[in-house]
């Protein structure tokens, strides 16, 4: 999200195309969050709890959506190497850490990880970021995987009908087609 002009520049030509939509939607739930999360600072007592709560919750798993370290990231190399990434996964992670933290301390919230400092470059240095937690969760056994998938699963039960009412007027159609050509 952060600085997502370089995706819109990348060498392979229908990627960056369709960058340039995905950025701006981005950029506007980017702000989105920001400001509720301002709302939420500057309400009660109770609502900037909810904002701490939410940074809580999603601090670390957010930083693993920027994807494995570069070490060892399986195609990391090839994509930079081609110029379909412009910066590596531990390169957009830090982007992200060195901006957030101010807007967290901007808003009065605390960052959920007690072994963060800045070191001599002003960057924010974060502790070691739990990869088996990441591929848990890869692997379908997320913290809310069985309540997502059942209620995916209840939604393709109750929405049976219309598929069985499609299906029949097809069929009724194609009859009446059938019908028609053997006139």
């Given amino acids: 999200i952060m600085n997502q002009i370089p ?54 798993p957010v930083l693993m959506m920027f994807g494995p370290p570069d070490q060892v990231s399986q195609h990391s190399d090839t994509s930079t190497k081609w110029k379909i990434k412009r910066f590596s996964n531990d390169e957009l992670r830090q982007k992200f850490i060195d901006a957030t933290v ?24 974060h502790s070691p970021i739990d990869w088996d937690e990441f591929k848990q969760v890869l692997a379908g056994n997320g913290p809310c995987n069985r309540e997502r998938l059942a209620a995916r699963r209840k939604a393709h039960e109750e929405g049976a009908w219309v598929r069985e009412a499609a299906a029949a007027y097809a069929e009724k159609c194609k009859r009446r087609q059938l019908a028609q050509a053997a006139e």
Avoid at 23 to 51: D, N, P, W, Y
Avoid at 102 to 125: C, H, R, S, Y
């Fill in 102 to 125: 101010p807007q967290a301390e901007f808003l009065g919230l605390t960052i959920p990880d007690p072994g963060m400092k800045q070191n001599e470059n002003g960057n924010w240095v």
């Fill in 7 to 60: 995706l819109c520049r990348c060498s392979y030509g229908p990627y960056a195309r369709a960058m340039i939509r995905v950025c701006k939607e981005e950029s506007f739930h980017q702000r989105q969050g920001f400001e509720i999360m301002v709302t939420l600072c500057r309400g009660t007592a109770e609502q900037k709890a909810m904002a701490q709560n939410a940074l809580d919750r999603w601090w670390w």
